[in-house]
Each structure stands twice: as structure tokens, then as C-alpha cells.
């Protein structure tokens, strides 16, 4: 199993300096991928530009949206085109993860109804296939970036198994993760795709002096709009070495193909301390 590490990009406050030196740093550590997470009505930096900004400072590591939620961009030509640039700006490194997303606050935001996101992702992934094959953007025809589909529900895993490379897990412990695996396997069987897909997953971490402090300052800051549940999300975290050592362990077991773990702090000491726990 791939072990990536999540570009601290929802943390309220972590600055340019930082997240470009969490990148260096991951990319030099040997990590497999960068991911970052998505919201509209939230400080945080969309996620693109700042993949954008860490392929200008990296040479080997992916750059993944784990997962972008498409049906905010409305225009999805457009968004192809960003996602080609930035295809090739980083030498064919991204992987292009969409999901419909939940909250209804981002959904105002962008003039966008909540309702009916589902088929209108469908809808986006046809135009970002044909914009990447039809000389639309840079022309990644011959690499296009690896495209995964997060989401649980049925239509997803359908969704995945014909337009995707791969399902990508929101979180969650191992047995969760499991059943969307045997899921997206299943579908990607029915759908006739004789290659099997490519299964990743979200992790919190953290190893900060006080850890359980820290991710409930972040992680529970930012997921404080799902309520007591928000709880659940910060108890779950991985906190210390050995919780950390156990989880990457569950998550192999569970024959997840690339776990991301993504973090509670912006310092970037934090990428050189989960190397020595998990590389």
C-alpha cells in the first residue's frame, strides 16, 4: 500500500511559506501523493491552485484533489482545462478526485442547487472526457490525469466503474472503507472493465505535542457543521505513533491501494516526524 500525505490546505491560517514547504518536504520524504480536501464557505485554499502552487516546488510526488467537489465548478469545460493545465505543468502528476459534496451553504455560494448534484457530475464527467480527447486544453490526451470518483451510495460506484480509474474512500475506519472496495470491485466487474480499480482512503493524524487538543481545534473546527457527529471525526483520528502505525496496518489489511493521511497541523515538521512513523 501507497502512503500519501494531505497538503494542510483547511487549516485556518497555515501560510504560503508553509504549504510550500510541507510539499518540499513530502515530495523529498518519499510520500506518494499530496492530497487536498474541498469546501466553498470556508478559509481554506481551493484546492487546484494550491496542487498548482506545489507542483511548482515538487519534481515526483502525485497531486491529487481527494476528493474536489465538481458540481460547484459549473463550467465544466472550463474545469477540464484547469485540470489539463494542470496536468502538464506537473508532468502528467494529478489525480483528478471528484465527489457531489453535501453542504448546502456551499451549494448557495455558487448559485447552484443542491439537488440534483449527482446527475450533474455524471453530466461533467462526459464533458471533462471529451474536452481531454478533443484538444479542448493542453493536450493530456495521451496522459490524462488518473480521475477517481469518491461517494457511497450505489450511483458512485456506477459512476467510477464507467468514467473513472478508481473510488476514493472520504474517511472512515478500515471496515467502512472495505465495503466501498468490494462495492466499486463489483462494479467495475458489471460495467466489463477487466482491470480492477484503484482503491484509496482518508485518514486523520496527528503528532503534535497534544494531539487530541490540536484535532479538535482543526479537524473538529472545520467538520463542526455536522454537529455531534463532528466528535466522532475527531475521536477517530490517529493520535501518536502507535495509533498511527496501527491504522496504516488496518488499511493494508484491508487492501486499500493508496492511504492518504491528512493532518491536524500546518507546521511541516509534521511531515518529517509521519515519515518516520509510516516510510
Known amino acids: 500500500m501507497e502512503i500519501g500525505i494531505g497538503l494542510p490546505t483547511t487549516i485556518r491560517g497555515a501560510t504560503r511559506e508553509q504549504l510550500l514547504e510541507w510539499a ?41 484533489t481527494s476528493v ?29 478526485g471528484v465527489a457531489v459534496g453535501a453542504r448546502p451553504d456551499d451549494f448557495e455560494a455558487s448559485g447552484v442547487p443542491l439537488e440534483g448534484r449527482g446527475r450533474r457530475l455524471t453530466e461533467m464527467l462526459e464533458e471533462i472526457k471529451r474536452v481531454w480527447a478533443d484538444g479542448m486544453s493542453p493536450d493530456v490526451s495521451d496522459n490524462p490525469p488518473t480521475l477517481v470518483v469518491g461517494g457511497t451510495v450505489d450511483a458512485a460506484f456506477r459512476r467510477a466503474a464507467k468514467y473513472a480509474d478508481g473510488w476514493i474512500a472520504g474517511g472512515g475506519p478500515p471496515e467502512y472503507f472495505a465495503e466501498g472496495r468490494d462495492k466499486v470491485r463489483a462494479a467495475f466487474t458489471d460495467a466489463g472493465r477487466a482491470e480492477p480499480p484503484r482503491t484509496m482512503s482518508l485518514s486523520y493524524f496527528s503528532l503534535d505535542d497534544d494531539p487530541e487538543a490540536q484535532v479538535r481545534a482543526t479537524i473538529g473546527h472545520y467538520y463542526g457543521f455536522l454537529g455531534d457527529y463532528a466528535d466522532q471525526i475527531v475521536a477517530g483520528a490517529a493520535k501518536g505513533d502507535e495509533a498511527i502505525r496501527e491504522r496504516v496496518r488496518a488499511f493494508d489489511a484491508a487492501e486499500c491501494d493508496e492511504l492518504i493521511l491528512c493532518p491536524a497541523s500546518a507546521d511541516p515538521e509534521q511531515v518529517d516526524r509521519l515519515a518516520a512513523v509510516v516510510l
Open 68 to 96: 474536489l467537489l465538481a458540481p460547484l465548478r459549473t463550467n465544466a469545460a472550463l474545469f477540464a482545462k484547469q485540470a489539463a493545465s494542470l496536468q502538464a505543468l506537473s508532468n502528467g502528476r494529478l489525480v483528478l
Open 24 to 64: 518540499r518536504r513530502a515530495d523529498a520524504a518519499g510520500f506518494s501523493t499530496l492530497g487536498t480536501i474541498d469546501r466553498l464557505v470556508y478559509p481554506n485554499y481551493e484546492p487546484l491552485i494550491a496542487l498548482a502552487g506545489a507542483a511548482a516546488v515538487t519534481e515526483r510526488i502525485r497531486l491529487a
